[in-house]
Nanobody, 114 residues
């Protein structure tokens, strides 16, 4: 059974930084891609960043230049480095693994105060 566990969320002031981590049971190299999604209150879930096993990363336009997704295959961990945070980044952030279907973590809350 695939399990994803996120951590690193919290409360930060606008302009601050956070680094989210997602530890995956099993080898993340077995997945086609790893992603971070978010769901803000009253809004639909949106794809924030994706890192494939091979190829380039991809980002939501509103986070380009501020967020960086990376992976450590040896640690089976995916990261989301978030800088210059804005109040509109407030959301629950979810890690997802893609292999025929999506596997999801439980989410971690990120709150950015103005």
């Amino acid at each position: 059974q695939v399990q994803l566990v996120e951590s690193g969320g919290g409360l930060v002031q606008a302009g601050g930084s956070l680094r989210l981590s997602c530890v995956v049971s099993g080898s993340i190299f077995s997945f086609n891609a790893m992603s971070w999604y978010r769901r803000a209150p009253g809004k639909q879930r949106e794809l924030v960043a994706t890192i494939p096993s091979y190829g380039s990363t991809d980002y939501l336009d509103s986070v380009k230049g501020r967020f960086t997704i990376s992976r450590d295959n040896a640690k089976n961990t995916v990261y989301l480095e978030m800088n210059s945070l804005k109040p509109e980044d407030t959301a629950v952030y979810y890690c997802a693994a893609h292999r025929g279907r999506n596997y999801w973590g439980q989410g971690t809350q990120v709150t950015v105060s103005s």
